[in-house]
């Protein structure tokens, strides 16, 4: 018992310092998402450690200073996104409908069938964009209903599970398909104007991630992240980047697109948010983002329920409110050392063919 707990200590251990190494190869980047379900499991064994050996050695007080040093960086990574630390996103108090901006995001995989699910959710919540991906031809045909109430579409279905389609009743400006990294891998730019007549710009994005079965390295989809962030970093219009980024929000890809792009998580100071795996609670962690410029103010934010996909769709309700330029904190400038691996990150994607 006591050398199968020790020997789980240290993997817990080595699986919380691996993603410290930068390789962009999918097993050392796949650590970076169960952070918490890591940190729950150190905890466990810790407390296993302390009540089960009676004792203790020079070995067991080592396994427990590592599982606490494993447990204290875990920690460091995750607390931002606990109702502990303090928001990024100031909650709006007053909101006129002019200045509003409701969107739902899902993924609603591909080979997924319940159709009348999604719509239901569409319909409870009223968004006044949605961005749905992993779309081919018959999910196309079968939400063709939603263009009675969202007249304006951008759609770029495909069968590779990274099409995508964007429905919206408010006025698209200038809507247009970009493939940022790989020639089949879309997203979806454009304007969109507010009823107040106020434009903003939406990015929606769907990088592929790393995987031993998607993509064998994280830096096409890290590229993908650095190059929208930078295209928004010096916009002076209010801007949102979304969709399902293939990244989790405490991930250091993420925090650099932070850094560069200079756009708030409205989830930091209120929770993580999981959206993937739908099916199983205790593996979920957060792929599915909504990232923001410091004109809006947050009304709501919140996963939607199950419906056959294995992401959960994410609303989120924001207020164009530029005075809270003055009262959010604008994020740290990446530092020259960021600056510098985001170019070798973006010439390293750009100068080698994609990867399948």
């Known amino acids: 018992m006591k ?32 952070r918490v379900q890591i940190a729950v499991v150190a905890v466990v ?47 709006s108090t007053e909101h006129e409908p002019e200045s509003t901006f409701y969107l739902l995001i899902a993924n609603v995989l591909m080979d997924n069938r319940n159709v009348a699910g ?61 493939f940022i990294v790989q020639d089949d891998v879309p997203s979806i730019h454009t304007r969109v104007r507010l009823r107040s007549g106020t434009e903003i710009e939406l990015h929606c994005v769907h990088p592929r991630p790393p995987s031993p079965v998607h993509h064998d390295r994280s830096t096409e989809r890290d590229a993908e992240l650095i190059l929208v962030g930078k295209e928004v970093e010096n916009s002076n219009s209010p801007v949102l980047v979304t969709g399902d980024l293939n990244d989790v929000a405490w991930s250091r890809s993420t ?48 996963t939607l329920d199950y419906f056959g996909s294995d992401h959960l769709p994410v609303f989120i309700a924001l207020n164009h409110e530029p005075a809270a330029q003055i009262d959010q904190d604008e994020l740290d400038a990446p530092s020259q050392a960021e600056r510098q691996e985001m170019r070798e990150t973006v010439q390293k994607a750009t100068k080698e063919q994609p990867r399948q």
Do not use: C
């Open 255 to 302: 925090r650099l697109f932070q850094k560069v792009s200079g756009l708030l998580d409205p989830r930091v100071g209120r929770g993580i948010f999981g959206t993937f795996h739908a099916r199983y609670p205790l593996m979920r962690w957060p792929l599915d983002h909504v990232f923001h410029s410091n004109h809006f103010t947050l009304i709501a934010l919140k």
């Open 45 to 91: 064994l810790l407390l296993l450690i302390v009540l089960v050996v009676d004792d203790l050695k020079f070995y067991d007080y080592l396994t427990i200073t590592a599982l606490f040093g494993s447990i204290g960086l875990q920690v460091w990574q995750i607390f931002p996104y606990t109702p502990f630390a303090p928001v990024q996103v100031q909650a």
């Open 118 to 178: 999604l719509k239901t959710q569409i319909q409870a919540v009223d968004p006044d964009t949605v961005l749905v991906v992993e779309v081919n031809r018959w999910w196309e045909s079968q939400l063709q209903s939603l263009q009675t109430d969202y007249p304006y579409l951008v759609a770029h279905p495909l069968d590779n599970t990274y099409g995508m389609i964007l429905y919206s009743r408010l006025p698209l400006i200038d809507p247009h398909v970009r």
């Open 3 to 34: 050398s199968l707990l020790l020997a789980l200590s240290w993997l817990a251990v080595i699986a919380t310092l691996i993603p410290l190494h930068s390789g962009d190869a999918w097993w050392i980047r796949g650590f970076d998402f169960p």
